[in-house]
């Protein structure tokens, strides 16, 4: 399993654009990268996920480096509603599919 | 509307006895997963099963066991052999054969006294 490395904690202030960092220099070429979200006492939930090309959606984009070693989620707006753990995670197709969740960043967002 | 349903949403159980956690789902999807996430941690992965009537151990099986007999349920025994059983466990599915992302249950927190 490819092993991520994300700051522990960000913060952000609400409207303002966040960029959550990810390294994933052990990635392979079939893994995609997923991004999810965790509220306290909640199940995490899905925010998106790319292979190669930036990938948008109605909640975020994703940036990926050309190289693959990295990705960015970017959320446009932030809300208070989007204060979370984020988890950045490769996972290989074929197989499992499995999820491995490191520890993610904290984000904090202030009013 | 589609989804899944972890029941119940807190358990608690006296030391040396096995509880089952339930996880039913109406999404059609082949691959369900279970999880447990102690406090300040991220998930880790206890069995999967990517069809029915079969299953594989995660990366903390011991202590748990699983059945998958229907496509829509995929039920987690903690047995008392579960050294530390207190934690928030939940149930994930995904949809097979192609790109798609994981869809999570609300969680059940089990407290064993």
């Known amino acids: 399993d490819a092993k991520t490395t994300q700051p522990n904690s960000m913060e952000s202030n609400e409207e303002e654009p966040v960029h959550l960092p990810c390294n994933h220099s052990t990635i392979s070429g079939t893994d995609y990268i997923h991004w999810y979200r965790q509220l306290p006492s909640q199940g995490p939930e899905y925010v998106i996920h790319?292979?190669?090309s930036n990938v948008n959606n109605r909640m975020a984009s994703l940036a990926i480096a050309e190289d693959r070693k990295s990705s960015t989620l970017i959320l446009h707006r932030a809300t208070l509603r989007d204060a979370a753990v984020y988890y950045c995670?490769?996972?290989?197709?074929?197989?499992?599919?499995?999820?491995?969740f490191g520890k993610g960043t904290k984000l904090t967002v202030n009013p | 509307d589609g989804g899944i349903t972890q029941s119940p949403k807190y358990l608690f159980r006296k030391e040396g006895q096995n509880v089952t956690l339930s996880c039913e789902q109406n999404l059609n999807h082949d691959a369900m997963y279970w999880y447990r996430q102690d406090p300040g941690q991220g998930l880790r992965l206890i069995y999967y099963s990517q069809i029915v009537n079969d299953f594989q151990k995660g990366d903390i099986a011991e202590g748990y066991s699983v059945s998958r007999e229907k496509k829509e349920s995929f039920p987690l025994t903690v047995t008392s052999a579960q050294k530390n059983p207190t934690a928030f466990y939940l149930c994930a599915t995904r949809r097979q054969g192609g790109n798609y992302g994981y869809t999570f249950g609300s969680g059940t927190r089990l407290t064993v006294v």
């Open positions: 995670i490769p996972v290989r197709q074929g197989g499992s599919e499995k999820l491995v």
């Open positions: 790319g292979l190669t």
